[in-house]
C-alpha cells in the first residue's frame, strides 16, 4: 500500500467517538496506519479539522491535533499553492457544477490526482463521485 488520503470527513469520525460511523472510520484509519500506508491530506483539511476540534473539544485539544500531526511522519500535510487551487477550480469545481463542491474538497481531488492516490478516507460522497475510492 502506497498512501491514502484524509479528508476531514472521514477523519473526524475516525476521531469522534460520538460521530454515528465512528467504529467504521476509526477501523479503516487504524488499518491504514498498521499498513504504514503513507497518509496524506492538505492544509485546507488540517484547518478544517483544527475548528472542528477546537468547536466540540476546546482550543487547547485542537492546538494538541496540531502538535500531534506535525510530529507524526507517516502524515503528510500538502501546503496548497496557487497553482494547485486553480487547477482544482478548472478542473473540479467547473466540471462539477451541478454539485456543491467545496474548494477544499477540490484542492482535495487535485492532490489527489497529482499524487496518483485512488484511496480516501472519507464520508464525503463527492470523493466517490469524482472517481475515488471511499475507504469508511
Known amino acids: 500500500m502506497t498512501g491514502a488520503f484524509l479528508d476531514t470527513s472521514g477523519w473526524f ?17 487504524r488499518g491504514l496506519i498498521e499498513k504504514r ?18 468547536r466540540f473539544r476546546g482550543a487547547a485539544e ?4 496540531l502538535d500531534s500531526l506535525y510530529q507524526d ?4 500535510v500538502v501546503f496548497v499553492d496557487r497553482d494547485t487551487e486553480r487547477a482544482a477550480v478548472d478542473r473540479w469545481l467547473r ?18 490526482r497529482a499524487r496518483r492516490l485512488r484511496r480516501v478516507l472519507a464520508l464525503d460522497t ?3 463521485l469524482a472517481g ?3 475507504i469508511s
Open 126 to 128: 463527492h470523493f466517490d
Open 132 to 134: 475515488f475510492e471511499l
Open 37 to 54: 500506508a503513507t497518509l496524506v491530506t492538505t492544509n485546507l483539511v488540517v484547518a478544517e479539522m483544527q475548528i472542528l476540534i477546537s
Open 95 to 112: 466540471r462539477f457544477t451541478d454539485q456543491r463542491l467545496s474548494l477544499a474538497d477540490a484542492v482535495s481531488f487535485e492532490v489527489m
Open 73 to 76: 511522519p507517516s502524515h503528510e
Open 13 to 29: 469520525a475516525a476521531l469522534s467517538p460520538k460521530e454515528s460511523r465512528h467504529k467504521s472510520a476509526l477501523a479503516a484509519y
Open 62 to 65: 485542537g492546538v494538541r491535533f
